[in-house]
């Protein structure tokens, strides 16, 4: 073990994207994500041996490591696994103690995620299949319009229309959008049609849970700025600007958590 | 150390196709039945076999289903239809008549395909909508004493009123049994699980009413003898309670899960579970009695109700989560089961505090980890809510 | 999107138009063919431009063939029906939500607006004026989608009415509906309302299953309508006797009958003498009577007499294709574009759901609300399913269709598990070639690629 420090880590292997984050003590110390491979062991330890790389430090010199998203079933580097739900709230309660309600939207599924002071779940509830409201949704849409992925919020916000999108089914919202474009629509219009129905679809979530001030958004899909605004408009709040990358918060609140297990097991005091 | 009467019930399954090849052949007759409102006293009464149909669970024969119906339909309708195509089910291949009761307007349509397609007897048993109502009970007895006169017809026998009273003391006892087994499966100190009472609920859809009741009154008697001293110092554990849309025999994909993460199952309000054998008192040995006591049971999520104070289902669910002590509720929805669906929102209102978790699904298996996620975060939640210490 | 000058009317027109008679009114009020051309071409351009909206995608758009002058008053009733409910309901008539497909005779008879879950949403999209197409869709697609968030995206977009009432966007004073056999979803979007802060009453007719030869499930239904009547009589302050209700079964019968005798003429003519929009138009107004029955069985009866004339003339209504493809439409609450059908080479020659309930008139004599309760009943499209099927299947021959559609709505439990079986015994039965389309597009008019294409492949292959 490292003199120097005490330290933990969080691995999130999500359906896009493996993340890692690394803690000394209490305070952020790296970070690493790479892009998911088939092989989610692999992609795990990817993004681990990326934030022990920058950190410079061994996997020996973690006192533990806990294991989060759909990869988690199969993290054999981990101590433990806690699912993405309370990873995000404990992350995000870190870095945000006021935030009371989390938005996430991952690569396949998005959540809508209740949390109290402490960062513990309240309530929660996550969208169910064919609800064309996830990353994967976006990351298709990008492809029909051959833009990058990170581009396609601001192209969403220099719309001056919005085209509704109608389909309830990702793969049929593919065919509409070729369509309208075939019918003259600006692409700019259709992408915002698009943000919007993501939006609707989230905001289905909330009517289940509710929403309380402040307003997290988490995942990859928060580096979306359109997203982003569709959001905000479609359940009128604003919502906090994230302190670190918000794909980072699963693994972030994962460490949190590697933190505290330690603690209660003994292993650091 | 297992409970020695649940081989027995199992071994009784396993022969009991066979058993039914027999009884045909000495020119006994075999109703299949589906699902809530059926009478199944009356079936009995006139000699007939009753058999409860359908299960879920199986992808494929949902696809071998949505064929003659729609995607868009209930995933048990579409199985219990695949069933039907396929006549490989040993109970399907057996039946000389399918009785389906219109509780459920999509059972109602499978009905009517079953008959169509594939070439069954069928008859319907008309429940109305406006089950509280005096013209709604008014219905339901001209109903039931329609279908009475039709399984007469079928039977070659008129009902006696003897026979249908030794009926009724049957199934009371089967009642009784089974609410005496769910008390004792929620309780620490016994060696009974809810899944070994589903099995045996589902277990007694196949078997002979009578030997039936032999082994459930057998079966509390070994339970009692094996109730442990210790009154259950068990680790922080979650007690879920199961509601909504039916979970039939063959459909295990919740209920694994929930066990495979440390979830225990300790009751529930399920149409297919316990529901089924509540507050039924048939005062009257007639079809009149028959159907007053059945339409004035804890009503079905599929028949409307219009005001929420006095609705007996929700009253009854409040019940039975304290009853059982649960610490949350899974409430349980298939894909286009809109009766219990819509009312999900509604349903978390009504709960108040109580953990609630939504599971919308269906009989494929690519929503697996998908569910899994859910029911791990739920299972937390609870658990880090009832720990003395912090978890996390 | 390319951008298509708005449908108007032809000042070409206009003095054969106002020289016709205008509509009579149920208050006993009347409107001139000159008020009705004014309203069309002045007034409601300005207040509801999206009804003016003439391109191919519009599914309300104006039928083209202006030259079939009830359509015209046709569209101001349906244009109008905001502002007459509206005054209405300002003088105590209360509104009350109902089905698609249901008699109506109960609800005027108590002196009540039975308004349907279709004409609801229009309503709501009407509250707000001077909206183009795509703003009064996405109006309409934010009801639908507020009332997916609070219930489940799994409904059928009949949600969206029930949404409209939820937030107040319609003023509806009673929600009972009957609860046929075409709809798996009325029965539990009405009981949604129990779990809301408004307290509209709520009231359900039950339409038992399997009813032939089942005389207490007319009795049933008989019992319930008494409640029902009383219940709106409660609302409207009227004075209900047999005779209020048998003066109000006639006068529909009226409007069946006629719908049916023009629906035999059309069949039989050698040249479709109208186009589907406006030959739909009048199993419609047979059966919803937009508001007014007295207004809509005297548009019949104008309808009737112009029908007659093109079909003496043998003149083929303006945009038929020539030897067009005759098609069938079965299911309920969504239907292929007529318009796209008709640049396809199609014409639309009838459809189930509507013709089934002007086919059965109300008998006239004996107890009112026991023979409401029989004609219920003993409609073609609430028979068991292979009943219903039969019936489609002699329609279709009478019609001379060559081809049948069947369309269901995303969400839909009931149409959506009988298409098959029907298209089944209709191709059995009538010989034609039959498909089945799901429609699963949230809003109407834009993104209806998937419809659309699977319509028009099925007329190429017709």
């Given at each position: 073990m490292s003199i120097s420090g005490n330290y933990f880590a969080g691995v999130d292997v999500g359906s896009l994207a493996a993340k890692s984050v690394i803690l000394k003590d209490g305070e952020i110390f790296a970070t690493g994500l790479v892009p998911s491979g088939v092989n989610s062991v692999e992609s795990g330890l990817s993004a681990l041996n990326l934030a022990l790389e920058t950190a410079g430090l061994k996997k020996e010199d973690l006192i533990y490591i806990v294991g989060t998203g759909y990869g988690r079933v199969s993290a054999p580097y981990a101590n433990k696994a806690v699912t993405e739900i309370t990873c995000h709230a404990k992350g995000t309660n870190y870095l945000h103690p006021t935030v009371r309600t989390i938005i996430d939207m991952g690569g396949q599924d998005c959540k809508a995620i209740r949390i109290d002071q402490d960062g513990?779940?309240?309530?929660?509830?996550?969208?169910?299949?064919?609800?064309?409201?996830?990353?994967?949704?976006?990351?298709?849409?990008?492809?029909?319009?051959?833009?990058?992925?990170?581009?396609?919020?601001?192209?969403?916000?220099?719309?001056?229309?919005?085209?509704?999108?109608?389909?309830?089914?990702?793969?049929?919202?593919?065919?509409?959008?070729?369509?309208?474009?075939?019918?003259?629509?600006?692409?700019?219009?259709?992408?915002?049609?698009?943000?919007?129905?993501?939006?609707?679809?989230?905001?289905?979530?909330?009517?289940?849970?509710?929403?309380?001030?402040?307003?997290?958004?988490?995942?990859?899909?928060?580096?979306?700025?359109g997203m982003k605004t569709a959001i905000e408009q479609a359940l009128k709040v604003n919502i906090v600007k994230p302190e670190i990358d918000p794909q980072l918060i699963g693994a972030l609140g994962a460490a949190v958590i590697a933190r505290n297990f330690a603690r209660k097991e003994g292993l650091w005091a | 150390m297992g409970l020695k009467t649940l081989e027995k019930i199992t071994a009784a399954l396993e022969s009991r196709p066979a058993e039914l090849e027999?009884?045909?052949?000495?020119?006994?007759?075999?109703?299949?039945?589906?699902?809530?409102?059926?009478?199944?006293?009356?079936?009995?009464?006139?000699?007939?076999?009753?058999?409860?149909?359908?299960?879920?669970?199986?992808?494929?024969?949902?696809?071998?289903?949505?064929?003659?119906?729609?995607?868009?339909?209930?995933?048990?309708?579409?199985?219990?239809l695949g069933q039907f195509a396929e006549k490989t089910d040993p109970y399907i291949k057996q039946l000389d008549l399918v009785a389906i009761d219109a509780t459920c307007i999509q059972l109602y349509r499978l009905e009517e395909l079953i008959n169509f397609y594939f070439d069954y007897n069928t008859v319907v048993l008309g429940v109305p909508r406006n089950f509280a109502t005096k013209e709604g009970h008014e219905y339901f007895r001209k109903e039931v004493e329609f279908f009475t006169k039709k399984l007469e017809l079928f039977a070659g026998v008129s009902l006696e009123q003897s026979r249908l009273e030794e009926a009724i003391k049957i199934y009371d006892g089967i009642r009784e049994a089974i609410k005496t087994l769910y008390r004792y499966q929620s309780l620490d100190n016994s060696l009974l699980s809810w899944r070994q009472v589903a099995s045996v609920i589902n277990a007694g859809y196949n078997l002979d009413r009578e030997r039936y009741l032999e082994l459930l009154q057998e079966l509390i008697q070994e339970v009692e003898a094996n109730l442990s001293e210790e009154s259950g110092t068990r680790e922080v554990e979650a007690r879920i309670f199961l509601s909504g849309s039916l979970i039939p025999p063959g459909d295990t994909k919740l209920i694994d899960i929930i066990e495979q993460l440390g979830g225990r199952i300790v009751g529930d309000d399920l149409w297919s579970g316990l529901n089924f054998f509540l507050n039924l008192n048939i005062k009257e040995p007639t079809p009149y009695g028959v159907a007053d006591a059945y339409i004035d049971r804890v009503p079905h999520g599929s028949l409307p109700y219009l005001d929420l104070k006095s609705d007996g289902r929700l009253a009854n669910l409040k019940h039975q989560i304290k009853e059982f002590k649960a610490d949350g509720v899974v409430y349980h929805t298939l894909r286009y089961c809109d009766a219990f669906t819509f009312k999900a929102g509604e349903t978390k209102d009504v709960l108040g505090n109580i953990p609630f978790l939504e599971i919308h699904t269906e009989y494929s298996g690519s929503d697996f980890e998908a569910i899994r996620t859910r029911v791990e975060a739920f299972i937390e939640m609870i658990k880090s809510k009832k720990e003395i210490t912090e978890l996390v | 999107m390319a951008i298509t000058a708005p449908f108007s009317y032809p000042e070409s027109i206009k003095e054969k138009f106002i020289a016709t008679p205008g509509l009579k009114f149920k208050d006993g009020t009347t409107v001139s063919s000159a008020e009705i051309w004014e309203f069309m071409t002045k007034e409601a351009p300005k207040r509801f431009p999206y009804a003016f909206d003439a391109g191919a995608n519009n599914m309300g758009r104006f039928s083209d063939d202006v030259h079939f002058l009830s359509g015209i008053k046709r569209g101001y009733l349906t244009l109008t029906l905001k502002d007459r409910v509206m005054k209405e309901h300002a003088a105590g008539t209360p509104t009350v939500l109902v089905q698609g497909g249901q008699a109506m005779d109960a609800y005027y008879a108590a002196g009540g607006i039975p308004v349907r879950p279709g004409l609801v949403m229009q309503w709501a999209r009407n509250m707000h004026e001077g909206l183009s197409l795509r703003q009064s869709e996405t109006l309409g697609l934010n009801i639908l989608e507020s009332g997916r968030r609070k219930i489940s995206i799994d409904a059928c977009n009949q949600i969206a009415a029930h949404a409209a009432i939820d937030n107040k966007v319609v003023p509806i004073d009673l929600i009972a509906p009957f609860l046929c056999l075409r709809c798996s979803d009325m029965s539990f979007l009405v009981e949604t309302h129990r779990n809301r802060e408004h307290d509209i009453p709520r009231y359900l007719v039950d339409y038992p299953v399997d009813h032939e030869n089942k005389p207490w499930a007319a009795e049933y239904i008989a019992t319930e309508l008494r409640e029902l009547i009383a219940k709106i009589a409660a609302l409207s302050g009227r004075t209900i006797t047999d005779e209020v209700i048998f003066n109000e079964i006639k006068l529909e019968n009226r409007g069946r009958r006629i719908a049916t005798e023009i629906a035999e003429l059309w069949w039989d003519a050698e040249n479709p003498p109208t186009n589907s929009t406006d030959f739909f138009g009048i199993a419609f107004l047979a059966n919803d009577f937009v508001g007014d029955p007295v207004a809509a069985v005297d548009l019949l009866e104008q309808s009737k007499i112009e029908i007659e004339e093109r079909v003496r003339n043998n003149v083929k209504g303006f945009g038929v294709p020539d030897h067009a493809k005759r098609l069938y439409i079965c299911g309920s609450?969504?239907?292929?574009?007529?318009?796209?059908?008709?640049?396809?080479?199609?014409?639309?020659?009838?459809?189930?759901?509507?013709?089934?309930?002007?086919?059965?008139?109300?008998?006239?004599?004996?107890?009112?609300?026991?023979?409401?309760?029989?004609?219920?009943?003993?409609?073609?499209?609430?028979?068991?399913?292979?009943?219903?099927?039969?019936?489609?299947?002699?329609?279709?021959?009478?019609?001379?269709?060559?081809?049948?559609?069947?369309?269901?709505?995303?969400?839909?439990?009931?149409?959506?598990?009988?298409?098959?079986?029907?298209?089944?015994?209709?191709?059995e039965k009538a010989g034609v070639v039959t498909t089945f389309v799901e429609v699963g597009e949230l809003g109407r008019s834009e993104a209806t690629e998937q419809s659309t294409n699977r319509v028009e492949a099925f007329i190429e292959m017709v």
């Open positions: 513990s779940v309240v309530d929660f509830a996550m969208n169910d299949k064919c609800a064309a409201g996830t990353g994967r949704f976006l990351e298709v849409m990008a492809g029909v319009f051959k833009v990058k992925l990170e581009d396609l919020g601001s192209i969403a916000l220099s719309a001056t229309d919005t085209v509704p999108m109608s389909s309830t089914c990702t793969v049929f919202a593919e065919s509409e959008t070729i369509s309208l474009v075939a019918r003259g629509e600006r692409p700019e219009n259709i992408l915002n049609g698009i943000h919007h129905s993501i939006a609707n679809r989230i905001a289905g979530l909330f009517s289940r849970v509710g929403i309380e001030s402040d307003v997290f958004f988490s995942g990859g899909v928060a580096k979306n700025s | 027999q009884l045909r052949k000495q020119g006994k007759k075999i109703v299949g039945w589906l699902a809530y409102n059926i009478p199944e006293e009356i079936i009995y009464a006139l000699g007939l076999i009753p058999i409860r149909i359908g299960q879920g669970g199986d992808g494929r024969l949902v696809e071998v289903g949505a064929r003659h119906i729609s995607t868009k339909n209930c995933v048990f309708v579409r199985q219990v | 609450c969504v239907g292929p574009n007529a318009h796209h059908a008709q640049t396809a080479g199609a014409i639309f020659v009838g459809r189930d759901d509507s013709w089934s309930c002007i086919s059965v008139p109300v008998e006239e004599e004996g107890d009112p609300y026991l023979n409401i309760a029989k004609s219920m009943l003993a409609y073609p499209y609430e028979q068991r399913t292979e009943k219903r099927a039969e019936w489609t299947a002699d329609q279709v021959k009478r019609s001379r269709a060559d081809g049948v559609i069947f369309m269901y709505q995303w969400g839909c439990n009931y149409q959506s598990g009988v298409a098959r079986m029907i298209s089944d015994i209709v191709k």
